[in-house]
């Protein structure tokens, strides 16, 4: 699969057992997920760099001891190995999410 939209990928988190992601892209090492957190964002630190593009909400978005607001349209980045969340968000909140590159990141 080479495409994906929201309406697609809103229609699988509502059919997962877990409805907080879903991967809708796969290539190498790169993946796009959908994530929509309920009420909390139980993240813990990932291997890859990622990437998050917000749909749609708002709120505040905490990485590696400091917070800023979000909004839906912001890039956020975050490199593999640093403790991240997003806290406070609206309840429409929905982010694409892409991870890319060697555990560890790419650059140190």
């Known amino acids: 699969m ?24 796969e290539h190498g090492s790169m993946s796009v997920e959908i994530y929509a957190p309920d009420k909390s964002d139980p993240q813990t630190p990932h291997r ?11 709120g505040m978005f905490y990485r590696g001891g400091s917070h800023c607001p979000f909004g839906a349209g912001d890039v956020l980045f975050v490199p593999a190995g640093i403790d991240h969340r997003f806290e ?18 790419e650059a140190p």
Do not use: C, H, K
Request: proline share 4%; no cysteine; aromatic share 16%.
């Open 88 to 105: 406070d968000f609206s309840d429409d909140f929905v982010t694409w999410v892409i991870f890319w590159g060697p555990e560890g990141g």
């Open 48 to 58: 890859q760099d990622e990437l998050y593009i917000v749909q749609s909400g708002s």
């Open 2 to 25: 080479w495409q994906g939209n929201l309406q697609d990928a809103m229609q699988a988190l509502r059919t997962r057992r877990d409805p907080r992601f879903e991967v809708l892209l």
